[in-house]
């Protein structure tokens, strides 16, 4: 764990590094910070491969000192050789339907439920359209933690009870962007951890592995291109800071990737407020891809900025192309990609025949998750609640 605080992006005021909503002095977001010194002087090649086939292998470039292990991570880095052609770049995927419950959020949940463990946090809770829940609940399972689920009703909230029968879902009658209004609510009722609050500056890192994955499995040289779909902003803005990273720890010497996200059009804030060069509004998700449908994404700025600081984009993405694109990946490769994943390579073919990529450049697109195979629902299970924290409070018994 390499961790040293954790610094306010706002008034910068550095603090001791545990689960807080936001800097205690001015209500900013918080990032963390690592000893780069000691980084450099611990981490090497040869001692990252010495490590697991986890993403535990990067533990010096982590912040949690737990270790929870349900297999998240080191998954495969897989050339396109019929895509390369087409496309006319040199075309790897990297496939994230390869963790335990087929999506990336797996690190996220893994570094969460660390943290967790690491200050005596038992509950873990998070607001998710789908993959997220999955992802939490595998590592409450893991860990012991308990698992609160807050899904969409309609959407997967079915489909994460019924594969994890540990966890308690509820299905909210709203939006994603209700669960999230939710999770902040409960947040100031229960010291739970919240993934997307108290617990997000440790479980966002949970991404960052991505990059150093790729980075190692191009034998520790950086593509040019990386795309990735994009829905809070999250995943983009640590893919970025991951590359950065990767640089300043002495592991590779290349310039961080240009990096292009992936929206789908109807539910494109980040790429609206990129092409108008503009603050980001929030909007009415109208998506029909559950994972992208985030009208209100949280780290918007860092995507765009992530963007620009590279020489990158933002494309948004509209549902018919999303859908030929996710058949072409199928169809090219023989990969299940979820829809995000026909997103990111829609993003890629109009960034190809737009001339902003050139011929020949060494591009790793991030297929975030597989198509998840149906499951009979079991909607006895399920709790479907209003948006608030009473219809919460009655649900757990604590309301009479
Ligand atoms: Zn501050």
Redesign the pocket.
């Known amino acids: 764990m390499s961790a040293s605080g954790l610094r306010?992006?706002?008034?910068?005021?550095v603090s001791r590094p545990e689960p807080v909503d936001?800097?205690?002095?001015?209500?900013?977001p918080?990032d963390l910070t690592y000893d780069w010194a000691r980084i450099a002087r611990d981490v090497s090649h040869a001692s990252i491969a010495a490590g697991p086939p986890s993403l535990w292998r990067y533990d010096g470039l982590l912040p949690a000192g737990a270790r929870v292990e349900f297999g998240a991570g080191w998954t495969p880095l897989h050339r396109a050789d019929r895509l390369s052609e087409l496309l006319e770049v040199d075309l790897h995927l990297k496939l994230e339907g390869h963790n335990p419950t087929h999506s990336y959020k797996d690190r996220i949940a893994t570094i969460a439920a660390a943290t967790a463990l690491d200050h005596g946090v038992t509950t873990l809770c998070c607001s998710s359209t789908g993959n997220l829940g999955h992802a939490v609940a595998a590592a409450a399972a893991a860990t012991g933690l308990e698992a609160i689920v807050l899904a969409p009703v309609g959407g997967e909230a079915a489909a994460v009870a019924a594969r994890h029968p540990g966890a308690r879902v509820f299905a909210v009658a709203g939006t994603y962007d209700d669960c999230r209004r939710l999770e902040l609510e409960l947040g100031g009722l229960f010291p739970w951890g919240f993934v997307s609050g108290n617990l997000h500056p440790y479980a966002s890192e949970g991404a960052k592995t991505i990059s150093f994955e790729i980075a190692e499995q191009l034998g520790w040289q950086l593509p040019d291109v990386v795309v990735c779909p994009a829905a809070s902003g999250t995943l983009f803005a640590k893919l970025a800071q991951g590359f950065a990273e990767v640089t300043r720890a002495g592991l590779a010497a290349e310039r961080v990737p240009r990096m292009f996200a992936a929206q789908a059009l109807g539910s494109s804030p980040i790429a609206t407020a990129f092409a108008g060069d503009r603050g980001i509004s929030r909007v009415e998700a109208t998506t029909g891809v559950a994972s992208l449908a985030v009208g209100d994404p949280s780290h918007g700025d860092l995507a765009i900025g992530a963007a620009r600081a590279t020489g990158g984009g933002i494309v948004a993405v509209a549902e018919d192309v999303i859908e030929e694109n996710t058949a072409l990946l199928g169809d090219t490769t023989g990969i299940e990609a979820d829809c995000a994943g026909g997103a990111a390579l829609g993003a890629l073919v109009h960034a190809v025949s737009q001339g902003k990529i050139a011929r020949g450049s060494r591009v790793v697109l991030v297929v975030t998750g597989a198509r998840p195979e149906p499951v009979e629902s079991d909607v006895a299970r399920l709790t479907t609640i209003t948006p608030d924290a009473d219809a919460v409070l009655s649900a757990l018994g604590l309301r009479s």
């Not at 306010?8 to 005021?13: K, P, Y």
Request: hydrophobic share 15%; proline share 0%; charged share 35%.
């Open positions: 306010c992006r706002v008034c910068e005021t936001a800097c205690r002095r001015c209500d900013g918080t």
